[in-house]
């Protein structure tokens, strides 16, 4: 078990949820699923015997889905960075994680279930980072006029 394990919180949809993560990641599994006793049922309000939570993996990352209550909702103020090696994998996630849910500038998605992504080209960070700051500053313009995030069009701005 990793150290930290980030918990998302859901109403009731921690199933949906993680289906939809285990087919939207191909290297993704479910490791173990806990449901409601009467103990946790009678303090929750949630049925006995429903899901409480489920463990899962998504590219070696280690997450808790839990369903909660709709007490507690998601905000931009959590995301995760998804570091895509090709545009063929940003475009992957890209285009499943913005299935029914809201587009952002800078490649940032949130899905669905109101939980935020970043989904990136680990390039960006290389040329970002470049010891000479007009190449860089030409990336960052570049990047700031897109949604979703074109590796073409970044190359080009940092060879201009």
Known sequence: ?????????????AEDAVDYYLSTFKNAKILKMTRYNAAGAEVSGR????????????????????????EFTFSLATSFIINCKTQEEVDTFWDKLSE?????PCGWVTDKFGVTWQVVPTILSELLSDPDPIKAEKVMKAMLKMEKIDIQILKAAYES
């Not at 078990?1 to 949809?13: E, V």
């Not at 049925?47 to 709709?70: K, R, W």
């Open 1 to 13: 078990m990793q150290k930290i394990t980030p918990c998302l919180w859901f109403n009731d949809q």
């Open 47 to 70: 049925p006995q015997g429903s899901i409480m939570t489920i463990q899962f993996q998504l590219d070696g990352q280690e997450f808790v889905a839990l369903n909660g209550g709709p």
């Open 100 to 104: 029914s849910g809201k587009i952002m």
